[in-house]
């Protein structure tokens, strides 16, 4: 008996098929809750050129972000960079604020009260706020 040849048509409905079981095997591994993770990100230099120190932002942290994100967070050390107009490379020191939760209009409001206050406080031009949609499984 012979066999029937393989031609291009079995090889693009096969590779498809893959493609296609590949992309729902992500979506079926992780059973969670959806949340959000919240990422913001502080500069740490002033507009005159001097550094935000260290007690500094503890102090902005357990009296603000804290206040806010009572059930935790996670406090990282960052480096931030970017060319200027000038074309010359600028780099700041950053800290990376992450918080994972049910985002809610009124958690909403609260994220972007920190960032005024971290602005007005520091003289900061911006606060960047990351959002991103995530299932959770503790």
Known sequence: MK???????????????????????????????????????????????????????????????????????????GQGQWLGFNGKLITEPSKIVIVISKLSAQRSRDIEQIRAKYKKYYQQESVMRVDELLKVNF
């Open 3 to 77: 066999t029937p040849p393989i031609t291009l048509s079995f090889w693009l409905r096969f590779f498809f098929f893959l493609t296609l079981l590949s992309s729902l095997g992500g979506c079926m591994t992780l059973k969670g809750k959806k949340m959000t993770k919240t990422e913001l990100y502080f500069g740490l230099t002033k507009p005159d050129g001097s550094n935000i120190d260290k007690s500094d932002f503890q102090a902005f942290a357990d009296t603000v972000i804290s206040k806010t994100f009572t059930e935790g967070c996670t406090i990282l050390d």
